[in-house]
């Protein structure tokens, strides 16, 4: 079956250090792949997107991420975090034209001061 | 301000009732959707509708139902027929021909 995953589901960084997030989905094709962003009881925001060309996309809020074919991952990258880069973090992927979003679990990114 | 209104932001309801969420957006956007959203689960999708005047049952459509009678506004029911409908509601909505969707505020719905 066609799934997204998301191996971690809690990861805690300390202010300052770097992030990666991990993703990685089960389609043969390219897909597009995103990152949102959800904070406590709220919707979710679009952190980045990859539809084609450049495998590394810059997002919002200092975040990128990098498609890798091989590994078939799109892990989610940032240099430096935030205490307010507390959130949960989902990966979707659209592996198909019919426009319908698969979602990965999320991963809940806890921040230490 | 463009965006996409979900209201109330919390509801209550007694088992045994139908409760509608209301969803509506500004974005002059095509397609609109539902999503559940329970702890480590991810979002699913409930129905979707790509069109005023139609829609699709998504992966967890039982005990749902929707309408789309205008271009702004997907309305929710959750019927008695829904088993465990205490869950974090969120709309969205998203040009037609493109993937990328936003997002509404959501909607917590206890069953008391």
């Known amino acids: 079956a066609q799934s997204v995953t998301q191996p971690d589901i809690h990861i805690t960084v300390s202010e300052g250090a770097s992030l990666e997030l991990r993703c990685n989905y089960s389609y043969g094709a390219t897909p597009y792949l995103f990152w949102y962003v959800q904070s406590p009881g709220q919707g979710l925001q679009l952190l980045l997107k990859y539809f084609s060309g450049d495998t590394l996309v810059q997002g919002i809020k200092g975040f990128e991420a990098e498609f890798k074919r091989s590994q078939s991952s799109f892990n989610l990258r940032k240099p430096s975090v935030h205490w307010s880069d507390a959130a949960e973090y989902f990966c979707a992927v659209v592996p198909d034209s019919n426009y319908q979003l698969i979602w990965g679990a999320g991963t809940k990114l806890i921040i230490k001061p | 301000d463009g965006g996409i209104t979900q209201s109330p932001k919390y509801l209550f309801r007694k088992e045994g009732q139908n409760v509608t969420l209301s969803c509506e957006q500004n974005?002059?956007?095509?397609?609109m959707y539902w999503y559940r959203q329970d702890p480590g689960q991810g979002l699913r999708l409930i129905y979707y509708?790509?069109?005023?005047?139609?829609?699709q049952k998504g992966d967890i459509a039982e005990g749902y139902s929707v309408s789309r009678e205008k271009k702004e506004s997907f309305p929710l029911t959750v019927t008695s027929a829904q088993k465990n409908p205490t869950a974090f509601y969120l709309c969205?909505?998203?040009?037609?021909?493109?993937?990328?969707?936003?997002f509404g505020p959501g909607t917590r719905l206890t069953v008391l």
């Open positions: 969205a909505s998203s040009m037609p021909g493109t993937d990328t969707q936003y």
């Open positions: 974005l002059n956007h095509d397609a």
């Open positions: 509708s790509q069109i005023v005047n139609d829609f």
